[in-house]
């Protein structure tokens, strides 16, 4: 496929939004990287693992897409509204996203031009050491199963460590192992069930995602096989959308449970009826998609109400991620309450949790053009990164089947910089463990 397809869609795009349809400039803007994002995944699965084009798609899903159809279609909600114009909105969005962008993609160094070598390496890996993939998996499923017992301070550290089962279904993938693809399902059914059983359905699309890029990375298929995939997916997530508040909903006054619960309501509300498309339940994806509410909750508090804080939470996130508590006990808890109310002039309950995305926070500490620059050194930072982990992987190959995992919470356009940084640091911390472990113990490098 023309690599320059991507830059050639983005910018008839642009021309068609804001000359034939008249949409607003900034917002034109915004969406045709959207659309430019968007044909770069598509090229780009099957031919690398790209966790770049995940966290893009996501942002400019929840930051441009999401306001966008709340600003022109979906405007009277009385709680969720956008407070700021348009104009002025987007004006920081659409170039705060394109710093970002450009942060992520800025040539830092040479990289592998032939990333399938790690493939091979990971191969002849298994090869020797048939049982890996298996030790992975079993080990990774029983932590899921177990990780509750475990004190609560530890129980993030736990939940990373059961992020190995999906290490080992990409090892599985590489190898020749019979009926891996009975154990593939087993997985990710597991995976589903947990996601029924807690009503709670973001790491379940999430790894989902990491799976379809992966196993696209390893089989490569066609275009048009990637666009079935894509659309199953899809429907998927529409369908989750769609029936997940009636979920549940059944799910705590008891009229059903499990798979035959979901399927039944997928079946009532997506497919034999016409509500998936009804302005109730579009009004209510918009809301769920868009974290512009709470950005322009900001930009209409911050520094009306509240001066800008000039790098506070950036430093207390660096205090809070690379302290323990017991060397820092006041430090930030995640989840976002401590700020939201101060940056939004908005209380929320004392069992809600809201951030302000890494935008919102971006805008909270340096404005306009301190956020803009801002989100573009978090895109260095993120590429720099990712950029580390590709030289660990020429001694290393199997590093690359833990990008998801060190980016699992990363490539959420939602979460404060406190957490993005909190996960970095813990999930390296986890990764650099089993490693060390698995040569440790068994013997094996990996």
Do not use: C
Request: hydrophobic share 50%; aromatic share 16%; net charge positive.
């Amino acid at each position: 496929m023309n690599k320059n397809l991507k830059y050639i869609i983005g910018v008839i795009s642009f021309f068609i939004l804001y000359l034939v349809l008249s949409i607003n400039i900034y917002s034109a803007f915004g969406i045709s990287l959207f659309i430019y994002s968007g044909t770069k995944f598509f090229i780009d699965l099957g031919n690398k693992i790209e966790i770049k084009d995940i966290i893009i798609l996501l942002a400019l899903l929840q930051w441009v897409i999401g306001p966008f159809f709340a600003y022109n279609f979906f405007y009277d909600d009385e709680f969720y509204y956008m407070a700021v114009e348009q104009n002025t909105y987007m004006g920081f969005v659409a170039p705060a996203s394109l710093a970002l962008i450009l942060g992520l993609h800025l040539p830092i160094g040479k990289k592998n031009s032939n990333e399938r070598i790690y493939l091979h390496q990971i191969s002849n890996l298994l090869k020797k050491h048939k049982n890996l993939d298996i030790l992975f998996i079993v080990t990774g499923v029983i932590l899921s199963i177990v990780k509750d017992s475990f004190p609560i301070s530890l129980r993030f550290f736990i939940f990373l460590l059961s992020g190995l089962r999906f290490v080992g279904l990409f090892l599985l993938l590489v190898g020749n192992r019979k009926n891996k693809w009975l154990i593939v399902g087993g997985v990710l059914f597991m995976l589903l069930l947990t996601a029924l059983r807690e009503a709670m359905f973001h790491d379940l699309l999430l790894w989902l995602s990491f799976f379809m890029m992966i196993a696209s990375f390893i089989y490569k298929p066609s275009n048009q096989k990637k666009l079935i995939f894509l659309v199953a997916f899809l429907f998927l997530i529409v369908s989750i959308q769609t029936i997940k508040h009636s979920f549940r909903e059944a799910l705590s006054e008891g009229k059903g449970k499990g798979v035959s619960l979901f399927t039944d309501l997928v079946q009532e509300k997506v497919i034999e009826s016409d509500y998936v498309t009804s302005e109730t339940n579009l009004s209510a994806m918009v809301t769920r998609i868009n974290q512009g509410w709470i950005i322009s909750r900001i930009m209409y508090h911050t520094p009306r109400y509240e001066p800008f804080a000039g790098g506070e939470t950036i430093k207390e996130a660096l205090k809070s991620s690379l302290l323990p508590r017991f060397l820092a006990p006041n430090k930030v808890k995640a989840g976002g309450r401590t700020y939201f109310t101060r940056f939004t002039g908005k209380r929320i309950s004392d069992n809600t949790s809201m951030g302000l995305s890494l935008l919102g926070e971006a805008y909270a500490n340096f404005g306009i053009g301190g956020g803009i620059f801002f989100m573009f050194i978090i895109g260095l930072f993120y590429n720099y990164f990712i950029f580390f982990i590709y030289k660990i992987a020429v001694k290393h190959p199997a590093i690359i089947f833990f990008i998801p995992l060190i980016f699992l919470q990363v490539v959420k356009a939602e979460i404060d910089f406190s957490v993005i940084l909190n996960h970095l640091v813990k999930a390296s911390v986890a990764v650099w463990m089993i490693f060390w472990g698995v040569k440790n113990v068994f013997g094996v490098k990996i």
